[in-house]
């Protein structure tokens, strides 16, 4: 049973410039939800994906955002980078709309360092 | 704001004994889920138990367990027969409130240390 995937592990930009992330949900998944994890600090949700749209967002800005594709797999745009930006990007994934189906599996994330 | 707090940074606990990670939190839902998610060095973000809170039961998982007192929104995780394995950054995690779907918000966490 194949689980989460990012893709890349490690990323390091500058300033300015813009960045993608991309993930794929567990095997029968259809919903990906992305986080940001600070050094020292929990993950913070950004938004979710579902049916190819925005269903949920956090206390984000717009230089984020996302994409999902018709295989569920999904990417994470970040423009204008800002040193506070450096961070784990986290993907999960669940199964929408379904009981006891509202738990989150998590890949294994992507490190950006911006510089 | 939505809060879940860990009020412990930082615990260690010898091999084989039992240690309970402390856990508050904030939510507007009625029916919701509660989580631990174990974090290890490898970064990965993994499951160890779920709580369901409309279920009075509390939720067992192999060696870990929750104490789940719901009217005090409180969620703690026993760890019984530590392992060196255990080891990791352990977060606390409650439903965002707001028709979310599955979507989190996580405690700061908590570092547990197991000593051989």
């Known amino acids: 049973d194949a689980g989460v995937t990012q893709s890349p592990t490690h990323l390091i930009k500058t300033r300015g410039q813009q960045v993608t992330l991309r993930c794929s949900p567990k095997?029968?998944?259809?919903?990906v939800s992305w986080y940001q994890q600070a050094l020292g600090q929990g993950p913070q949700f950004i938004f979710q994906y579902y049916e190819e749209e925005e269903r949920q967002r956090g206390n984000f800005p717009d230089r984020f955002s996302g994409h999902q594709f018709p295989n569920y797999s999904s990417e994470l745009n970040v423009n204008a980078l800002l040193l506070g930006d450096s961070a784990l990007y986290l993907c999960?994934?669940?199964?929408?709309?379904?009981?006891?189906?509202?738990?989150?599996?998590f890949g294994p994330g992507t490190r950006l360092t911006v510089l | 704001a939505q809060t879940v707090t860990q009020s412990q940074p930082e615990m260690s606990v010898q091999e084989a004994e039992t240690v309970t990670l402390s856990c508050t939190y904030d939510?507007?839902?009625?029916?919701?889920?509660l989580f631990w998610y174990k974090q290890p060095p490898s970064r990965q973000m993994i499951l160890v138990i779920r709580?369901?809170?409309?279920?009075?039961q509390n939720a067992t998982e192999n060696r870990f367990s929750v104490n789940f007192q719901k009217a005090a929104k409180s969620f703690s995780l026993k760890i019984s027969d530590s392992q060196l394995g255990d080891t990791a950054m352990y977060f606390c995690a409650s439903p965002l409130s707001g028709g979310s779907q599955g979507n989190l918000i996580f405690g700061k966490g908590t570092k547990l240390s197991v000593k051989p």
């Open positions: 709580q369901e809170a409309y279920k009075q």
């Open positions: 999960a994934s669940s199964l929408f709309g379904v009981e006891h189906a509202d738990t989150q599996y």
């Open positions: 095997s029968g998944h259809d919903t």
């Open positions: 939510t507007s839902e009625s029916n919701y889920y």
